[in-house]
């Protein structure tokens, strides 16, 4: 993911630093949930052979893998703050890119498609980021924007799975700026960008016990148990709680889903 700013250093460096022994692992186990649901939209909207694709945040690599190797395409972009785990895919088809996004010296050209996942939601200046993204569409060409969206139980407002949730969306808030109440707008911000054929839809993938949904949660949880104390929403004891609950067959949740809005420049 590229890193976002917050009251530190963002994502990366307040929180889920890359060297991290475990930070592949963690965002491995999303991406097998996700990666099934994102290249089914890819490879609708035509990604495949002469293509020009960018992947922003592109993390341990696996959609930049599959655009290559089942997509077929021309060339891939690797955007990251940190790129090191990515150096086997470099290659005549892969150009890896170590920089922000928010840099404005950046010039990466025109593509065909551009896919950002998990990376605007942190980053405070997404507004003016999709209007960079969408600036460098080729005609034709596609962007794809996926974010987090919460499907909380409003029943439940004690559990320690909700508390534990409620505390890390609190937490990510005020140490790196996460925002997710952006993310049902995005069809909106992509028409507001000249952008034609715009349409979104939600997955909201099982939450399984054991699952490597319920794997990259109690992963991320773990990880964050200071901030989240620090949020004052809940103990030591509570986050235990949630991170047995997620591992146990009573575990029986909703999850946060993930939005995907597209559009394409005429």
Same mark, same amino acid.
């Given at each position: 993911?590229?890193?976002?700013?917050?009251?530190?250093?963002?994502?990366?460096?307040?929180?889920?630093?890359?060297?991290?022994?475990?930070?592949?692992?963690?965002?491995?186990?999303?991406?097998?949930?996700?990666?099934?649901?994102?290249?089914?939209?890819?490879?609708?909207?035509?990604?495949?052979?002469?293509?020009?694709?960018?992947?922003?945040?592109?993390?341990?690599?696996?959609?930049?893998?599959? #655009?290559?190797?089942?997509?077929?395409?021309?060339?891939?972009?690797? #955007?990251?703050?940190?790129?090191?785990?990515?150096?086997?895919?470099?290659?005549? +088809?892969?150009?890896? %890119?170590?920089?922000?996004?928010?840099?404005?010296?950046?010039?990466?050209?025109?593509? $065909?498609?551009? !896919?950002?996942?998990?990376?605007?939601? !942190?980053?405070?200046?997404?507004?003016?980021? %999709?209007?960079?993204?969408?600036?460098?569409?080729?005609?034709?060409?596609?962007?794809?924007?996926? $974010?987090?969206?919460?499907?909380?139980?409003?029943?439940?407002? *004690? *559990?320690?799975?909700?508390?534990?949730?409620?505390?890390?969306?609190?937490? #990510?808030?005020?140490?790196?700026?996460?925002?997710? &109440?952006?993310?049902?707008?995005?069809? !909106?911000?992509? +028409?507001?960008?000249?952008?034609?054929?715009?349409?979104?839809? #939600?997955?909201?993938?099982?939450? %399984?016990?054991?699952?490597?949904?319920?794997?990259?949660?109690?992963?991320?949880?773990?990880?964050?148990?200071?901030?989240?104390?620090?949020?004052?929403? %809940? $103990? &030591?004891?509570?986050? $235990?709680?949630?991170?047995?609950?997620?591992?146990?067959?009573?575990?029986?949740?909703?999850?946060?889903?993930?939005?995907?809005?597209?559009?394409?420049?005429?």
């Amino acid at each position: 993911m590229t890193t976002p700013p917050g009251s530190g250093g963002g994502y990366g460096q307040d929180l889920f630093e890359p060297e991290h022994p475990e930070e592949a692992e963690r965002i491995d186990a999303a991406a097998l949930v996700y990666d099934p649901f994102t290249t089914r939209r890819l490879r609708a909207l035509g990604a495949g052979p002469d293509s020009r694709c960018l992947d922003v945040g592109a993390g341990t690599g696996t959609l930049v893998r599959w #655009l290559l190797d089942e997509a077929g395409a021309a060339e891939v972009v690797a #955007l990251d703050r940190d790129t090191s785990g990515l150096a086997a895919l470099a290659g005549p +088809r892969v150009r890896l %890119v170590n920089a922000d996004l928010r840099d404005e010296s950046l010039d990466l050209g025109g593509f $065909d498609l551009i !896919h950002s996942r998990f990376v605007l939601m !942190h980053l405070p200046e997404r507004r003016r980021l %999709v209007s960079r993204l969408a600036g460098w569409l080729n005609p034709g060409g596609w962007l794809v924007l996926g $974010d987090a969206v919460e499907m909380p139980n409003l029943l439940d407002a *004690s *559990s320690a799975y909700r508390r534990t949730m409620d505390a890390m969306w609190q937490a #990510l808030r005020s140490t790196i700026g996460t925002d997710t &109440s952006w993310v049902p707008a995005y069809p !909106h911000l992509l +028409r507001e960008e000249g952008l034609e054929h715009v349409a979104a839809e #939600l997955f909201c993938p099982p939450l %399984v016990p054991g699952g490597p949904l319920a794997r990259f949660w109690s992963e991320t949880w773990d990880r964050m148990r200071l901030a989240l104390e620090e949020t004052g929403r %809940v $103990d &030591s004891s509570v986050i $235990d709680d949630a991170l047995a609950y997620l591992a146990s067959p009573e575990a029986a949740e909703l999850g946060p889903g993930m939005v995907m809005a597209w559009g394409q420049r005429p």
